[in-house]
């Protein structure tokens, strides 16, 4: 614990502690939207707002497009008839706001989703319905209140079912892995993973319904332990990267996230840990029996990897100060 104390400068462990009762809070935010019947949906944000859309997608397999969008611009195919959740837990993010725009102009049924900012003034003046989440922590980790809040979203218009019993088992898997990962624990998996990847450049490779939460893993190594990352998925990469694995330089590491496998998925992951014979390979696995348990467990895994990673690198997990001098240059403009 010293050492996390000399590190942990922003108190960012405290805010992971927290992950599985702001999950069970966020379900309680209720939007009020209308049931008019929409053929499609977009999410319109970037970086932790974004993967809230890609975790509803992975997880809910919806019978309607779900198009995650991460930019200025709106897919050409959203207007009349779409649905737009503008998705900012600041509310100032640009790409969102002009997102947000592109909605109303095209006659787009918009929801807004923020702890205040730009987005929510935006909202209020138009007469759009939108989602106040709680303010004043890293937008990282507020994606349980931006992932709860956009599923609340489509069930308060009719277009999901999720069943009470996979949304409770999921919280009590979450708990019960927060005992097992916290500092202290003897055989805790996400400090014995961090210790293996220290001084390694990560490749996550992951099955394509567990895309959302690889693309998480890699923003958390990015922010949180400061250090680059990058994602491949299966089956697609055994169509290519699989080639020049034995030939590659440097300390390099691998993260192969487990999903539901059939046999065919054993083989390929069975070939590419023979590939990578001699390298570093740690296997990340969810827990439960549905896949909102397993997707959420696997999330607050990586969450805590990444947290003792940057314990053991020796850098504050929480200031991001790139991203935020960007920013400011982005906002003279």
């Keep these: 614990m010293e ?19 702001r999950c069970e809070e966020a379900l309680s935010l209720r939007p009020r939207v209308g049931r008019k019947r929409v053929k499609g949906v977009v999410l319109a944000g970037m970086g932790g707002s974004a993967i809230a859309g890609d975790l509803l997608r992975d997880w809910l397999d919806p019978p309607f497009p779900l198009e995650v969008c991460r930019g200025y611009h709106l897919p050409r195919w959203a207007g009349r008839g779409t649905l737009v959740m503008a ?64 599923l609340n979203v489509l069930r308060a218009k009719g277009m999901v079912r999720v069943e009470r019993e996979e949304v409770e088992e999921a919280l009590r898997r979450l708990r019960e892995l927060r005992r097992r990962i916290s500092p202290g624990i003897r055989g805790n998996p996400a400090e014995e993973a961090a210790e293996r990847l220290r001084g390694t450049l990560p490749f996550i490779y992951a099955p394509v319904e567990l895309a959302g939460v690889a693309l998480r893993l890699k923003t958390q190594l990015n922010e949180n332990s400061k250090v680059p990352a990058k994602v491949e998925l299966l089956p697609e990469l055994c169509h290519n990267e699989i080639v020049a694995l034995r030939s590659l330089p440097g300390p390099v590491s691998f993260l192969l996230l487990r999903g539901e496998e059939d046999r065919r998925a054993e083989v390929r992951v069975d070939f590419l840990k023979e590939l990578l014979r001699g390298r570093v390979v740690v296997e990340l696995r969810g827990e439960g029996r549905g896949r909102l ?14 947290f003792y990673l940057a314990v ?21 403009l």
Aim: aromatic content about 6%; proline content about 8%.
């Design 3 to 21: 050492r996390i104390r000399k590190v942990d400068g922003a108190g960012m462990l405290a805010e992971l502690l927290r992950f599985p009762e």
């Design 293 to 306: 348990s397993r997707l959420l467990t696997l999330v607050y895994l990586g969450d805590f990897l990444s």
């Design 87 to 150: 998705v900012s837990y600041s509310g100032n993010t640009e790409e969102t706001l002009s997102c947000l725009s592109e909605a109303l102009e095209r006659g787009a049924e918009v929801v807004g989703i923020s702890s205040g900012g730009r987005l929510r003034e935006r909202c209020l003046e138009e007469g759009i319905p939108h989602v106040q989440v709680p303010g004043g922590m890293p937008p990282r980790v507020a994606l349980p209140f931006l992932f709860f809040s956009s």
């Design 312 to 332: 053991r690198r020796g850098v504050d997990p929480t200031p991001v100060p790139e991203i935020e001098e960007l920013k400011r240059r982005l906002s003279q």
